[in-house]
């Protein structure tokens, strides 16, 4: 065997190799990390919601902390709104978010880093992503963002609507028409406590959050249906539905992306023990709710179903379960509202549209549920917000949210 005998290196000589490869890591890997984002589509994408997971850039938050660390596009020095996200509420970042927009089939370069002498993260905008329980109105739970606002009706609301008798009734999801970016849940809640208050001393009050000032109001009725996107077992023939929750776990509260828990008690649907929770997001820019619904049966689960409401049955119904969107759009006072579910085609088994005792009147989807958990959007817009004002704008809405699911924005790491 021929063995080749090599001079060794001067120590001098590895003491400045070593220092280059030190300099190198601390400036370019230790500091920071490169990404790309891809849109494979050939529309504008506006106010998408970028999500990093912890463990693509596991070394940089080792050593400077998830909250210390900032997104930027490539070329630009200006720093991205971001938001640490713990998904599974353990104590530890899973995630970090930001939003971009994106023209037809662009391509963007954007770095991770760790934030720059001590500088201080950007600004909120006037908008932003929130939710919160609500003890002192009824023990709703409400969430909103910078276009829309919704609630989930507490128990106290059930008891009030049934004469202080247990329903069914409440469990859908309600809508407030707002018309203005910045957050209305806490103002228009003390409003109506104020209200109360003055009314309970026999003082002057006005109508509080049922009165349009000028931010919007609250004119959306739920009643026994789903409202916007509420949930319930379609089996022979009858929709059974919860009671309102009787548990929530707050898990994120923007101002990007707000996420919450809704538990509810045990409920009977044709003989079967059903339990259910729900997990609710909101992202900053939207229109729709996500709904991560998981539910749990004593019996193989039937069909699982996310409603809207058809009220009077005087609006007009669209549905496109090829493309995996379904609408309703209607008069409500002096203006117009279009309501919106989204999902993958692939998740749906049919659609049931009628105004009935059986249906509840509601647009019905009914959805397959492998693992038993099911996944879609729900929203509105309101003609008064100016965002949509017509049924062909909103249908194009929710065929574009619809394309965008269906093939999201590509994240490659260098």
């Known amino acids: 065997m021929k063995i080749n005998y090599h001079k060794s290196p001067s120590f001098a000589f590895l003491f400045l190799i070593a220092g280059i490869f030190f300099f190198y890591s601390c400036n370019s890997t230790g500091r920071e990390k490169t990404f790309t984002i891809k849109n494979k589509l050939a529309i504008n994408r506006s ?21 210390n660390l900032q997104i930027r596009e490539s070329g630009s020095e200006e720093p991205l709104l971001t938001q640490t996200i713990d998904t599974n509420s353990d104590g530890k970042t899973d995630q970090i978010i930001f939003q971009t927009d994106m023209k037809p089939d662009e391509e963007k370069q954007f770095v991770v880093e760790a934030r720059k002498n001590n500088a201080t993260a950007p600004p909120e905008g006037e908008g932003q992503a929130f939710s919160r329980y609500v003890p002192e109105n009824n023990e709703d739970f409400a ?18 609507e049934s004469g202080g008798k247990v329903s069914g009734g409440t469990s859908g ?3 407030w028409f707002k018309r203005v970016p910045y957050p209305i849940i806490d103002k228009w809640y003390n409003i109506n406590q104020e209200a109360k208050l003055k009314k309970e001393a026999g003082a002057p009050h006005t ?8 931010e919007g109001y609250d004119p959306y009725v739920v009643g026994g249906s789903r409202g916007i996107g509420g949930t319930g077992i379609w089996e022979n023939d009858t929709l059974y539905v919860s009671r309102p929750f009787i548990g929530y776990k707050q898990i994120a509260t923007g101002p990007i992306r707000t996420i919450f828990e809704l538990t509810y008690a045990p409920w009977q649907a044709a003989g079967r023990t059903i339990h259910e929770k729900k997990r609710i997001s909101l992202d ?4 729709l709710s996500r709904y991560e619904i998981s539910i749990y049966t004593s019996e193989p689960l039937p069909n699982i179903a996310a409603g809207i409401a058809l009220h009077d049955g005087e609006g007009t119904v669209k549905a496109m379960p090829e493309e995996g969107w379904f609408r309703y759009w209607e008069a409500v006072d ?33 959805m397959e549920a492998p693992e038993n958990k099911v996944i879609y959007y729900a929203g509105y817009s309101w003609k008064k917000s100016g965002q949509y004002t017509s049924p062909q704008e909103w249908d194009q ?12 924005l590509e994240v490659t790491f260098r």
Do not use: M
Not at 284 to 287: E, F, H, I, R
Not at 346 to 352: E, K, N
């Open 143 to 160: 969430w909103e963002n910078d276009r829309v606002a919704f609630r989930a009706y507490g128990r106290v609301t059930e008891a009030r």
């Open 47 to 67: 106010a998408e919601t970028i999500s990093i997971a912890v463990s693509q850039i596991s070394a940089l938050v080792e050593e400077h902390g998830a909250a």
């Open 284 to 287: 900053l820019g939207s229109n």
């Open 173 to 175: 999801i309600d809508a």
């Open 334 to 366: 002096d203006s117009e509202v279009g309501i919106g579910i989204v999902l993958k085609p692939v998740s749906i088994q049919t659609y049931i549209d009628s105004l009935n005792a059986a249906a509840q009147d509601n647009l019905l989807v009914l």
């Open 397 to 408: 809405y929710l065929q574009h949210f619809s394309l965008c699911l269906a093939s999201p």
């Open 207 to 214: 109508d509080t959050y049922h009165t349009d000032t000028g």
